[in-house]
């Protein structure tokens, strides 16, 4: 096959990988307390609990969202009593965001389901070298920056 075949190949099955997340994401499931959260709900939760305190304007920095939607997330995540939202005492206009200890047990949670879920990937992968492994992030790298100039209006991907 040429490079161009497999590369084509590969982008078919990055989409099709993009299609099956899309589909596991938007099934609600339980983390360690009584709520049904989506993936993008768990998600943020996990950024908040990984930065421990943090703001709007941050979370929607790393996930390329409006500072909008990111608020609406937020507003859902403390009406569930998984995060808490209260002014920077040293910056009044700024609102700092952490998780509550319901959110806590989400995140502990999540995290453990990731190792394990991870682990359970790993070994369908044994025959994959960490070599390869390395080689895949660089190609996924390479593509993303293509893809977010692509999304920007841009078209050069030297940069």
């Not at 497999?6 to 938007?26: A, D, G, I, Q």
């Not at 790993?122 to 070599?131: C, G, P, R």
């Not at 390869?132 to 992030?137: T, V, Y």
């Amino acid at each position: 096959m040429e490079k161009e075949e497999v590369f084509n190949e590969l982008m078919e099955t990055l989409y099709e990988t993009s299609r099956l997340l899309s589909s596991y994401e938007s099934i609600p499931r339980m983390y360690g307390t009584e709520d049904e959260l989506y993936m993008v709900e768990v998600h943020t939760l996990n950024l908040i609990g990984n930065k421990i305190k943090t703001n709007t304007s941050e979370i929607a920095e790393i996930t390329n969202r409006t500072k909008s939607a990111v608020s609406q997330m937020v507003d859902k995540l403390i009406k569930k009593g998984l995060v808490v939202k209260y002014r920077n005492p040293d910056n009044y206009r700024e609102l700092i965001i952490e998780l509550t200890p319901k959110g806590k047990i989400v995140y502990e949670y999540h995290k453990k389901l990731d190792k394990e879920e991870y682990g359970k990937h790993l070994m369908n992968l044994k025959d994959f070298t960490v070599e390869d492994f390395q080689k895949l992030i660089k190609i996924s790298k390479v593509l993303n920056r293509g893809i977010e100039m692509s999304r920007n209006g841009g078209d050069n991907l030297d940069k």
